[in-house]
């Protein structure tokens, strides 16, 4: 009942299509004031926050280890082909009996990282039972206040996180191959505007940005945790100096990227410090809704954050508007390199960086898809169909935080999440 303290303060849909809600016990409680269940809740926290990470951890690797065992499939069949073509050669001629061999000399790079697989989906069902045993004990704790060593207790948790944190780590980079069904955490402003975590600070740090609005907008707010932005509770303001234009903000180790309003001027304001560290001239760049995404909205330039860094999504007049990717340095601004990816960018709904590619959805309406990957590390495109589901219809802002690794979301006034399934190729030590 609301009336003894419980409050539900969100509810979505899981990307297996599960119905998940959260609850937040009563503040005061009979035993609120003793110091070991006060340890009690911490740890339950903790629990519940490892659970969670995990069950994304498995879905990604079980969707990963499909793929996988798609193309051992293809290993086996091309194996058995490979020795009926040893056996008679003679019905075969040099060049198919080439083609053969190099076939398997592609594939068999695949069977180590499919040994890996197997072997982290062991160690996640591994992880999830001492999860599911030190549940039980602390709700035994529960029941009878005093029976364990809180401390113990607190190292447990302690190890399985930082064994969680190991196994995330060694899932590096991959490509695309999926994304999940939105989960809207809320529903709040105007029909265009950004919200964003930062992209590069320790798991510790889970504040909170908001920006209503996509021009002459000057009004940052700071929540201090995801759940006070959900509520609305616990923010303080900026006032930026220059007012922003578009929706294409970032945050990174505590700087927000924006573009000056009326200009194609890149701005890194400092939130501690509450200043302007550098402010510089994108050369070239269109402005203004000169060269926008289809849904305009003064949405030129694009600030993003991947693995490997800063970069700016814009084009020019020289490019004839098709998009232009620039690896940026954040500290003074300066372009290091750019891509010119061919795509019209007035074509595109909106993008985002995920390991150095760009990939680019066919439009900002319901029936969007991600329709486009560049990379850079190539210099090569290919024309993708990845679903994703739009579901308010109308998306003005689209960024991939790679320490979350999730797509974060302005939808029609809500604020959505999105899960990503990358291809990994795991990382072992020696190799």
């Known amino acids: 009942s609301p009336d003894e303290g419980w409050q539900v303060y969100t ?88 083609e053969l ?43 009878e206040m005093g029976a364990y060593d809180y401390e113990e207790l607190q190292q447990r948790v302690l190890m399985l996180e930082a064994r969680l944190h190991a196994c995330m780590q060694k899932l590096g980079c991959g ?26 600070t320790p798991s510790a740090d889970t504040r909170v940005w908001y920006m209503d609005g996509y021009y002459k907008g000057r009004r940052v707010l700071e929540f201090r945790t995801m759940n006070d932005f959900v509520t609305g509770q616990n923010f303080v303001q900026h006032l930026l100096p220059h007012p922003w234009a578009g929706t294409g903000h970032v945050v990174f180790n505590g700087s927000l990227y924006y573009n000056k309003y009326q200009s194609n001027i890149a701005v890194k304001y400092h939130f501690r410090s509450r200043s302007v560290l550098v402010q510089r001239s994108l050369a070239g760049a269109g402005y203004n809704n000169t060269f926008p995404y289809s849904w305009g909205g003064f949405s030129d330039i694009d600030f993003m954050v991947d693995e490997s860094g800063l970069w700016a999504v814009y084009t020019t007049n020289q ?21 010119d990816t061919g795509y019209p960018k007035r074509s595109a709904g909106e993008s985002f960086m995920i390991c150095g590619t760009l990939y ?4 900002h309406l319901a029936g969007a898809k991600i329709y486009f990957a ?50 990994h190729v795991i990382k072992t030590s020696g190799e």
Request: proline content about 3%; charged content about 20%.
């Open 101 to 143: 061999k190099d076939k398997m000399t592609e594939l068999l790079p695949l069977m180590p990282v499919l040994d890996q697989y197997k072997s982290d989906t062991r160690l996640i069902v591994h992880l999830k039972e001492e999860v599911r045993n030190l549940s039980g004990s602390l709700l035994a704790i529960q029941e």
């Open 360 to 363: 680019v959805t066919n439009s």
């Open 11 to 98: 509810s979505a849909q899981a990307p297996d299509g599960k119905c998940l809600c959260t609850a937040v016990i009563p503040v005061q409680g009979t035993c609120s004031r003793d110091l070991r269940s006060h340890q009690l809740r911490q740890l339950m926290e903790k629990v519940q926050n490892i659970s969670q990470s995990m069950e994304v951890l498995d879905l990604r690797t079980y969707r990963d280890l499909q793929y996988v065992r798609n193309t051992e499939s293809l290993m086996k069949g091309l194996d058995s082909r490979l020795k009926v073509a040893a056996e008679s050669q003679k019905s075969l001629n040099a060049k198919s009996f080439q």
């Open 175 to 200: 490509k695309l191959t999926g994304v999940s069904n939105p989960i809207t955490v809320r529903a709040s402003g105007s029909r265009f505007g950004s919200w964003m975590t930062d992209t590069m």
């Open 374 to 423: 560049y990379y850079t590390n190539t210099s090569s495109y290919e024309y993708t169909d990845i679903p994703f589901h739009n579901q308010y219809s109308h998306i003005s802002m689209l960024d991939y935080n790679p320490r979350e690794r999730v797509l974060y979301t302005w939808n029609n006034g809500h604020q959505v999440i999105y899960n990503v399934t990358l291809f």
């Open 319 to 339: 490019n004839a508007g098709n998009i232009v990717v620039s690896r940026m340095d954040p500290q003074t601004l300066e372009v290091l390199r750019s891509w």
